[in-house]
């Protein structure tokens, strides 16, 4: 079976892996998931995000240790992380997987299905995806793909989609100066008032009260290749 990151290569024909400059500021990462920038997955770690599980490894430069972004140990100081894509990459470069979350271990057989609808949702989100679309890329029925998914997580894939749409929307509101009209279009949600219920429903307060609780944490600029799509309306 592919890897997560053969699938994404591969299949997707997107560029992943980025170097970055291994003395900037707030820790490193080898490659970027399409989609994922370091600060988000920072923020799915400090989560316990199971849901990202799989996805991406967690790599603590102090400990020698990886985990899943769900791993309930204690947080590691974010200079010391380095996110990993894929399983191999964090054991090559000398991790040992944490005994607690145990990442190397394969929890269902179906696992592979799942990690791969989920990669391609996440690569995918800002696009009017539809389960189909999903079940060609796993190559199952888009019937028996719903059934899995939702056997295996207690949530469809249409809820993940939107989980994440939702996690996008939530970085951008904090980390950057766009407007609630673009990051409604730019986390891929079709209309406002689909954005606006979709976030209420995951953070209980509308998007611009949410921006207003919070501090900044860090500004990012944005990769050139996410303007907001035409025709999406
Ligand atoms: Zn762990």
Redesign the pocket.
Known sequence: MRSVLDFLAGRMNVGIVKQIDKKGAGGMYNSEAAGLSFEEMWARIIACDARYDGLFFTAVKTTR?Y??PS?R?RKPKKQNVTFYMQLDQAETAGYRP?K??Q?EVQHSPWNTFIEQARSFIVAHYREPLLLQDIADHVKLSAYYLERLFKQETNETPRMFLEKVRVDRAAHLLRCSDKTNLEVCYEAGFQTPSNFYKAFKRHHHCSPGEYRNQGTPIVREALPASRKPLGGML
């Open positions: 240790i985990c899943r791993c140990s944490c607690r979350c990442p």
